[in-house]
């Protein structure tokens, strides 16, 4: 047998793409279930439809590319993305509304851009900002959490999704609108006022947020990612809180642990901030591109518009990426001044 | 405890060193054929010093060193030079190379030789040439001349020796073998090492999955100033860079060597090739190699005689050839496979690996960067190999330097943690090149443009210099022109012609023109006529031959007679012209003198005497000797037609034979 050429390293280690993606699906799974358990099957079946959705995007899209499917359909880059979609849509949302909010994502912000590794904004994002700018009402339609109000079995969540004219939507308003419109109420009575409001945060709110944190941690331990962007995010976003929260009066922006455990914070943190792809690759980059992610959040939560603002905090970073990137590369070995800039 | 630092990045692939380490180190024994490069080091490779045939023994010169950055080759047992020839060598690249082939003869018979056991008394010029002498390259990784390492400058002061016992690589365990078996040999080379050095501190650095290695050190090297310093293990902390951060805490200035930290390093291999060739007087001719991996039956060390055939290496550890996928020399990070089992063991062979595809699997093709940086989280050089990668796919060379690719040390850490299976290295290696060559390629392109303008430049130089000549010699003459203008004188060429006229008009004038037309008629017709002679010579000749030129010769002829009778009619006119005159003036005077002339002429030719007559026709042909030779010459130089040249060729010969025809009736003439 002739000796097979190859350069060195002839070695490798056991870290591949499809166990990058899969540890960060195995990550959503307890967000997932929190997330169910407090706000009914609404969000399983979004990840059920949209995955459909986003494999067959996918398919075409590779097709047209005239890509081998199998090698490419198998790093489940686009099923990370539908779940990642379909976790941040509101459950019960309409199968037209996923599927247009996937094929933006996978069509549109992944392969017009060369497929995985080329696109520069987060794809999940750009189709969760198309679907809210195209489609408020049904974006912003939550259900109520449960203790609130009668959760849909599963069978009325797939009728919700499939046939949304016959199916009679429940929803409620969110915490981060009632802090949002709140402009007379201490923050003391506000929370008194609604039943959305738990324990820190929202009601069921808290325990997402809690249980994606988890997910995170686990993908730290699993060193899929580096602490810098999330802790970062989450750092300069507790901080402009607490700067803020100004005693609980009537302008209060709300608690840090209300803004840290509200909203999309856990899960854009850890699953939203975190995609390689479109971040700051330097380590003082993504301490950077993390920072000014929870100070944009923050901003946009109290003066925007919109009642949450991780896809627009993290789009707009996007941007920024590569200028990030290109003023902070380290100090290469031997070299006494960082080359940064240059 | 000496306090140890840590370098950014680093990985931890599966060591595998345990395999080869059960056993005590073995000899490999000799082979029958020793194929020896000429250069198995960075710099200059040896020139040979043996004939083909001659037989050489154990340890003699057989290829000196050739300049400074150059090490001499010894014959690694006592056997027949049977070729001096390319080989395929150990290269990445799989090229042939010049290399000396012995036949071995088994009987290992070595050249007279000796050491010196007291190498206290030694200078350290001497101590260095007798490592240069030994051959002595770097035996861990790129085998620089240990010689050329240990000669620092007197201005830079060395205050740290290191010995490289790190040895990261997976699977390698050639110098922990070393360190087990020969910490005497390895403390005592370090010695003769300090001697030459003269550093404050000298540390011997391993890493401390190594336990055993360490206890020999640490009980060889107790009562002398050497340290072991042990640190965590991880790769690739052996890289010299590396280990100078991990000891020191300093950087070795990027495009720089350690000695500008006030560092040197030397390999634990090195150290006891040192102590042979200091003390044993052996030079390198054999080294430890390790020979392991999963298509070995037996992993282990060897004793291996430098040219060692690989083949014969592996197959004293039990080589399985059906279970090989492919043969690295190196370890699994930064060896290079080889194309052949036939290439030979040289100087800087640390390992043999012989892996099982189920060990070090094929890649499977690359994925797309995800951008991750998992390789820059573990590049030991603090790059952004993401980023570089980025570029070096689009060559985008200027920002590849700009983010200081020749910094990279090819370790391979960040192929290894890439999870896209992405060839980073490759990428690296291949735009370093690729640079390398175009900066090359700049430099050439620059030299021949400063040439070109040069060149340029000269050309019109010496245009200019010609167009001011003319424009100087142009006002000269107008200035000329001007000056005669105004100092009343005509145009030169006015004048000349002017001046010609007036000539004329005298002679017109003059009776004495009389005399000289007429002389001028009879010239004409004297010259006519030897050039009918010529030409009817040459026309019967033309004749005789059959030549083409027979028409052409024959117009001529016809021509010059034509010109020949205007010229007598001319002469005759002109006489008649004149004897009107005469008649006119001296009516009576005319025909006398016509009678007189005759006389005088008859007279003159009866006065005249046989060898006189002979004479006179001897110098007439010498004249038409002389005139055809000169017509030949030109004919030649005009490089006229072969048969004008052959007409006027026989000519000569025939004036030539007449003349010699005249001469002795001549001589005869004038002896009697």
Redesign the interface.
Known sequence: ?A???????????P???Q??MQSVLLATIPGIIVLTHFFGFGTLVNILWGSIVALACEALALKLRRRPLG?YLK?Y?ALVTAVLLCIALPPYAPWWLIAVGIASSILLAKHLYG????NPFNPAMVGYVILLISFPIQMTAWAPPRGLGELPGFMEALQACFTPSAYDAITMATPMDLLKQNNSLLIKDLWGQYPQFGRWSGRGWEWANIAFLAGGVWLLYQ????WHAPVAMLVTLGLLAAIFYDGGSSASGGSPLFHLLGGATMFGAFFIVTD??S?A???RG?LIFGGLIGVLIYTIRIEGNYPDSVAFAVLIMNFAAPFI?YYT????????KK?AG? | MRKVFD??GG?H??ENKHQSVRTPIADAGIPPELIIPLSQHIGAPARPLVAIGERVLKGQMIAEALGFVSVPVHAPTSGTIHAIEDRLIAH?S?YLAPCIVITTDGQDEWEAHSGVLNYRTLETADLISIIRNAGIAGMGGAGFPSAVKLSVKADTPIETLIINGTECE?YITADDALMREQAFEIIEGTKILQQIIGPKSTLIGVEDNKPEGIAALCAAAQGTNIEIVTFPTKYPSGGE?QLV?ILTGQ??????LPSEVGVVCQNIGSTVAIFDAVVKGRPLISRVTTVTGESVREPQNFEVLIGTPVQYLIDKAGYQ??K?????M?G??????????GVPIVKTTNCV?A?SEAE?S??P?A????????C??VC?????P??MFWFAQGKEFEKLE???LF?CI?C??C???????I?L??YY?ASKSEILQLRHDHEIAEQSRIRFEARQQRLEQAEQEKEAKRAARKIAAQQRAEAAQESGAEDPIQAAIDRAKIKKAEQQQDGAGDESELHKLEKAIASTAKRLTTATTKLEQAQAEGSDLVGALQTGVDKTREKMAVAKQALNDYQQHLDTRSAEQRPADAAQSAIERAMQARTTEAALSPQEKARVDLKKLQNRLKKTQATLLQSHQNAEEAKVIEALESTVARLTEKINALQPLLNTAEDA
């Not at chain 1, 497929?115 to 080329?118: D, I, N, R, V, W």
């Not at chain 2, 950087?251 to 720089?256: A, E, T």
């Open positions: 047998m000796l097979m050429r190859l350069t060195s390293p002839h070695a490798h280690g870290m591949s793409t166990r990058v090698f790093d880059s497929g995985l590794g080329y060193r899929i990612f580096t390689p792809v971040s690759v330097s380590l993504r990137d590369q380290p100090r290469t070995y031997g070299h006494r080359r240059e | 370098f950014h990985i692939p599966t990445p799989g997976p860079k951060e950087q070795v200035p990027s495009g720089g050839s059906e090989n996928n492919r043969l690295i190196g699994p990070m930064m060896g290079f496979t080889i194309p052949d089992t690996l892996p070090l094929t890649p093709p994925q797309a960067c995800i951008r991750c940086g998992m820059a989280e030991p050089a603090s790059l952004l993401q980023q700009e983010h200081n910094d090819e391979g850490a192929s290894f943690a890439c999870p896209s299976n060839p290295v490759q290696r």
